[in-house]
């Protein structure tokens, strides 16, 4: 495949730049836009075409899309002289940045009836795996383009997801995304904590890194396939109760804590009211936390 299928890319920030190098020796050709020309022209050293405008990346097989929000993607694709007038039937477009899902969905639907491919494939793991290749990508996409894509992702992607149909990527991009700030969140709210106990804020941090490459942090616990209640015969049934005992134990006391030392804790709260029913380990009617 890679002999015959011709590459493009949009936008060469700070994501973008880094995923396009890896393709710069893709046998079918690669050719690049960005609004800035001194980003396109460590390309076009390289051997890459640069183009002058977008639509001169429509002739591209399968065109990647790394722009900064959902305005500059329906823009780039389906704008006055978007890759929508010029592509021709066959042709994948990509979106790589995180838009709203109904956004790709949309545009999708719009350009069906051309024979146009409008998937999304938003990235997570951030500059450095882009340029080691080591991204994880979560396409929302048919079966037959994902096939497609397969290949050329994998020159940035050493994990490479089929999420569903066009608008899947997203949503599972921002399920993920969710989990990071969530827990950034979190993190500052444990340090208020420590402050307040006179603890080095450097070394709290030390021990997390530390004891989260080990444990693996919150996809330790995303083993499960439905988020109905456990079976009590359930493999994951009394790791989990485990599980529901220490952290709810744990949170109770740094609520202790808090409340000693006059620190708000809203979210180790939330987290001890819900972390059962989360678990799929819930309380019955004689339990409490």
């Known amino acids: 495949m890679s002999e015959q299928?011709?590459?493009g890319y949009i936008g060469l920030g700070n994501m973008g730049a880094?995923?396009?190098r890896r393709l710069l020796d893709w046998p079918g050709g690669l050719t690049v836009f960005d609004v800035r020309s001194d980003a396109m022209a460590p390309f076009a050293d390289a051997g890459a075409t640069a183009a002058t405008t977008v639509a001169d990346v429509a002739d591209a097989d399968i065109i990647s899309v790394t722009v900064l929000d959902d305005a500059q993607v329906r823009e780039v694709i389906a704008g006055e002289n978007g890759l929508a007038h010029h592509a021709t039937p066959g042709t994948i477009i990509a979106v790589h940045s995180t838009i709203s899902d109904s956004t790709a969905v949309a545009l999708a639907r719009q350009l069906e009836p051309e024979g146009i491919h409008v998937i999304d494939a938003p990235v997570?793991?951030?500059a450095a795996a882009a340029t080691k290749g080591e991204l994880a990508t979560m396409v929302g996409a048919s079966n037959e383009v994902f096939t497609r894509i397969q290949e050329p992702f994998?020159?940035?992607?050493s994990l490479v997801i089929h999420a569903g149909p066009p608008g899947a990527g997203t949503r599972m991009k921002l399920a993920r995304n969710m989990i990071t700030f969530i827990s950034y969140a979190a993190a500052c709210e444990a340090s208020m904590l420590a402050e307040a106990s006179?603890?080095?804020l450097h070394d709290l941090a030390k021990v997390v890194r530390h004891t989260d490459a080990l444990t693996g942090g919150a996809g330790a616990i995303m083993l499960r396939d439905t988020m109905k209640p456990l079976e009590p015969e359930h493999f994951l049934y009394?790791?989990?109760l485990h599980t529901r005992?220490?952290?709810e134990k744990d949170l109770s006391l740094a609520l202790g804590l808090g409340e000693a030392l006059s620190v708000q804790l809203p979210l180790a709260q939330v987290a001890l009211e819900r972390l059962a029913d989360g678990l799929g380990v819930p309380h019955t009617a004689t339990e409490s936390p």
């Not at 994998?154 to 992607?157: D, F, G, L, N, P």
């Open 198 to 200: 006179g603890l080095n």
């Open 154 to 157: 994998s020159r940035w992607a």
């Open 245 to 247: 005992g220490l952290g």
């Open 5 to 7: 299928v011709k590459l």
């Open 124 to 126: 997570s793991g951030g």
């Open 18 to 20: 880094p995923m396009a």
């Open 238 to 240: 009394q790791p989990f």
